[in-house]
């Protein structure tokens, strides 16, 4: 962990991020996240399940209840597909885990991407929440969760969840993405 980081230890136990996102991938990723490219999502999939069966000691060797980053509804319906969702339901159905989607984005005007890593930090306890109806259908009481997202930066996005996440009772929070930045927080 890094200096900076040292002082505000995340609330989850462990973030793997199965590349680093730069060159070719960093371009794959933008497109899949922004440019419609939906088709990159079982292949991403594919390679994050890969990872996790080779490195069986990843988030304790546990089946976990896989939960996606939530996106905004109203973005959702102009991009078409949540790309974290749609990693977590593919990486899933790889490796035989459940999926739920416990966690909602609250309405906001300012993109997580456009914010400075303080900034993100404050701005991501603001914006999520535990989706009370879905909590009652797929209780996170007592389970051991892997948070999936697609890339990895400054960690706010996986701390805010992750601790509502705790809140609600989950045994544990580990996040899987299938990228970090360079400057990302990982261990």
């Not at 896989?66 to 969702?85: D, I, S, T, W």
């Not at 005007?109 to 999520?128: D, F, G, N, T, V």
């Amino acid at each position: 962990m890094c200096s900076r980081c040292a002082g505000d230890a995340p609330s989850f136990g462990e973030a793997r991020a199965v590349y680093v996102n730069d060159g070719e991938l960093r371009e794959l990723l933008l497109s899949f996240k922004y440019a419609g490219a939906l088709h990159l999502a079982g292949t991403f999939a594919g390679i994050m399940a890969e990872a996790v069966r080779e490195n069986r000691h990843w988030f304790g060797g546990r089946e976990c209840l896989l939960v996606p980053v939530p996106m905004h509804r109203l973005k959702l319906v102009r991009r078409g597909y949540n790309q974290a969702e749609e990693l977590a339901v593919l990486l899933g159905k790889e490796l035989g885990w459940a999926v739920s989607r416990v966690l909602k984005r609250l309405p906001d005007r300012m993109p997580q991407a456009s914010l400075a890593r303080e900034q993100r930090l404050r701005h991501a306890r603001k914006i999520y929440a535990v989706h009370e109806s879905r909590l009652k259908r797929r209780p996170v009481r007592g389970r051991d969760i892997l948070l999936v997202d697609d890339v990895f930066t400054t960690g706010a996005t996986a701390d805010a969840c992750s601790r509502l996440l705790l809140r609600a009772g989950a045994s544990s929070v580990c996040v899987l993405t299938l990228a970090r930045t360079h400057h990302a927080w990982h261990g």
